[in-house]
């Protein structure tokens, strides 16, 4: 977060276009690392039914309404230095957090610091005045020290990870495609960039909510398909429109598509923190994330295909939107399962062969962890 503001701050002074893109590589690099720490602390610390509500609604929600917001904004703010230094203020905001959001005790527990975990799960008691345990955790062969260091190689170690992070790359690639590239076309559709831009966040708020009902009652894999698959139909669909007078039903099948590629984002994000173990989920959903920017560095270019064929980025987007919830199906399925905390503890994918999962001792049989009940 220090980084993201200091440098949004500093690009308020740019004295040359060179610079202000250097800025904003380093804006780039602060913005999304905090985005999946902050996911990632979230779905730790807490407890299996408000980890939804959070992974589903509240992070993405509150996203969703800074989007909403920057068109106001940038629509009073014409001059882009001002604009930026509005932007940038609210960064203040985020220094008391810095005392208020306890590490994770999971992470801690990963690294060896038993007692840390246990100190934040005793003051978790405190301040909700439930009693806590006299012992939280067992201090066995597998907390008493540090553990093994992770590191993204980990991540294509053995064959029934490799093949869940090379099929998650592949979605998330697809995903950031579809939804940058649906986010920045707004500007080209009739009408007011202001408006559209506006619509094009509002539409985020059912696509969430939508999110949040399916992942809170549905298979993951069934809700990541649906929702991808939805997109990608939508934006076949606007092919077949062929009047220019059809420009709203138009408009209104791109919002339709921009609903699923959303919701499946917002799907893919907690399904990912799912899928993979306390040990390297950061470091996972870092790297979808960086993943998804290949993506989402591409988005531009289908757009510019528009200029030989209006067709043709809507028939890109749409079959790779749609071909990508077809491959969604052959990821291990999450729902009802705890959280893993070791590579060993991972959901296998279909068709490989189920490995015996050990039952890490620090963990509580009747809950994914002690935070639970705290």
Known sequence: MGVQTVSTLLQVFSSSWLVFCALFFVVGMGQISNYVAAFVLGTEILSPSVRIVYSTLGVCMFYTVGYMALPGVAFFIRDWRMLLLALTLPGVLYIPFWWFIPES??????Q????????????AAKRNRVTAPEVIFLKTEHNAGKMEA???CHLVRSSNIRWVSITLWVVWTILSIGYFALSLNTSNLAGSSYLNCFLSAAT?????????LLFRCCPRRLALFSTLFLGGLVLLLINLIPSPDL?????????LGKFGVTAAFSIVYAYTAELYPTVVRNTALGACSMASRIGSISAPYFIYLGGYSKSLP?????SLTALSGLLSLLLPESHGMPLPDAIAHMQTVP?????????????????????AHL
Not at 105 to 110: A, G, K, N, Q
Not at 314 to 318: A, H, N, P, R, S
Not at 351 to 371: L, T, V, Y
């Open 105 to 110: 005790p999971r992470w801690l527990l990963s």
């Open 112 to 123: 060896g610091r038993v007692e840390e975990a246990e100190a934040i799960l005793r003051e």
């Open 150 to 152: 992770h590191n993204i």
């Open 204 to 212: 985020e708020v059912p696509a969430y909510i939508v999110a949040w």
């Open 247 to 255: 420009s709203s039903l138009s408009i209104a099948l791109e919002m």
């Open 314 to 318: 809507y028939i890109l987007m749409g």
């Open 351 to 371: 068709g490989f062969k189920k490995r015996p999962m050990d039952k890490p001792s620090h963990i509580p049989e009747d809950e994914e962890c002690a935070s």
